[in-house]
């Protein structure tokens, strides 16, 4: 009978189970404590210990410094005169309209996101009498903030574009290299900075492009350079784009600080602007971490302008296999707020004023530093700290000098020298200019 055999196979599995466990005791319930199969060791002990991200481990550090006059301006985010994280009025505002509204559900988007979003931001990045627009041949899909864009764009560049090299200025953002390689591309490096002049080594630009195999993708900060500060002048920008025209280099900018560099939206975005105008194509990655200061929100937009509106919907569907299997669909809050105050001609005007006082707090801070070295008299010219632009200023201290202020006067800053002005205020001034005029003085072989 098959209940007697299965019972059989059942007392057969519980004597094992018993003469396995050295706790028994002769008690004849089944017993789940670990038997001697399990002795403790993890199926994963031969992972290593990861390094903590270089800018995300500088936060680490700081916090668990006990000093109370600690300073963080490793992270890329903006802070008030009192140190403190800033939500916009004006997403504040937007907030409550969605709250309010009590029409809205919490369904999932469409693959491509939000519709209404991904307009406005075609919009907010070509401008709003973009030929390429009305031509209907820009495809644009919500992702994942800016890192989330760059990404999704170069899953799709790997699978379906003929050159698989992506070249990146030197120094760029930390995680762009990882982002292209993990995507398939094969990164390269043009140069960008001159630790001499501390602004663009236009010369080594041009000469890197120019030599850059035909048809390679070139990713370009569209404002606002992390970590450098330094951009290219318009003038500057026109030949970078006469030459990567002329070789058919394909453009992928990142946009991740339209409107923090100058204070004017339509400003920071005239490199690109300049590109799309020549009919040609290109990749635009948009956040919306910094400007709206929509950080943990997440929200971005991928743009990709096509010769016309048939490629466009072609890439567009392509798109939409990329993101089904990477986050299947974008989420909606963030998306929501943008769109809420894109669409509304006086938030948006709101928007703007707070987002120039957000710049201008920072050119301030520049201003303040600047003049606290020259009154100290520190060694060195320090007028960079003014030309620079954006959220960072790259100082040209070097690993062992940052390690000092780290460890005298509790400063935190990546090793490069970085640091975020957006981080400082003017009651924190003094004691940055105290540590950079030691560092300068003391600190160097
Ligand atoms: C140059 C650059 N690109 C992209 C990003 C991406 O930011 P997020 O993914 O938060 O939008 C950043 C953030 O610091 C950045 O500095």
């Not at 140069?191 to 990713?219: C, H, K, M, W």
């Not at 956040?287 to 509106?309: D, F, H, P, T």
């Not at 959220?391 to 940052?402: A, I, R």
Request: glycine share 8%.
């Amino acid at each position: 009978m098959h209940g007697g055999n299965a019972d059989r196979r059942l007392h057969a599995l519980l004597r094992h189970l018993e003469g396995a466990n050295p706790t028994d005791s002769g008690d004849r319930s089944v017993s789940f404590a670990p038997t001697s199969g399990y002795s403790g060791a993890s199926v994963f002990d031969h992972v290593v210990r990861a390094p903590e991200d270089p800018i995300l481990g500088v936060t680490v550090a700081y916090n668990k410094d006990p000093s109370p006059v600690k300073l963080n301006l490793g992270v890329g985010a903006y802070r008030t005169e009192e140190g403190k994280p800033l939500v916009l009025n004006v997403v504040r505002k937007a907030e409550q309209i969605l709250v309010n509204d009590r029409s809205r559900v919490k369904e999932y988007l469409p693959i491509t996101g939000l519709s209404e979003f991904n307009k406005l931001s075609a919009k907010l990045i070509l401008g709003a009498e973009s030929p390429a627009i009305q031509e209907n041949r820009v495809t644009t899909v919500q992702c994942l903030s800016g890192t989330g864009s760059l990404r999704v764009g170069a899953e799709f560049l790997a699978q379906h574009y003929h050159q698989h090299t992506i070249y990146i200025p030197q120094p760029t953002w930390g995680n762009h290299p990882k982002i292209f390689n993990l995507a398939g591309l094969s990164v390269k490096t043009y140069r960008y900075y001159d630790p001499a002049t501390r602004g663009l080594n236009f010369q080594g630009l041009l000469e890197d492009l120019g030599s850059a195999p035909t048809g390679a993708i070139v990713l370009l900060h569209a404002c606002a350079h992390n970590p450098t500060g330094v951009d290219p002048t318009p003038d500057q920008w026109e030949n970078i784009r006469r030459l990567m025209r002329s070789k058919a280099l394909l453009p992928f900018f990142d946009s991740a600080y339209q409107g923090f560099a100058s204070g004017n939206l339509d400003a920071d975005a005239q490199p690109i602007r300049m590109f799309v105008k020549d009919g040609g194509e290109c990749l635009v990655a948009q956040s919306y971490a910094k400007n709206m200061g929509l950080y943990g929100e997440r929200v971005g937009a991928l743009s990709i302008v096509c010769r016309n509106a048939d490629v466009a919907s072609r890439v567009e569907s392509q798109l939409k296999l990329v993101i089904r299997p990477m986050f299947s669909n974008p989420p909606i809050h963030g998306a929501s707020i943008v769109a809420t105050i894109l669409k509304d001609r006086n938030m948006f005007r709101e928007w703007t004023i707070e987002l120039k006082a957000m710049a201008d707090r920072i050119i301030h801070m520049r201003k303040l530093l600047f003049d606290a070295l020259r009154s100290r008299g520190t060694p060195g010219d320090w007028s960079h700290i003014v030309k620079q632009i954006g959220m960072f200023t790259y100082t040209g201290l070097d690993s062992k000098q940052v390690a000092f202020m780290t460890k005298e006067y509790h400063i935190y800053m990546t090793s490069d020298g970085r640091i975020s002005m957006a981080g400082l205020s003017s009651r924190t001034v003094p004691h940055l200019a105290d540590a950079i005029h030691a560092a300068v003085t003391q600190a160097t072989v």
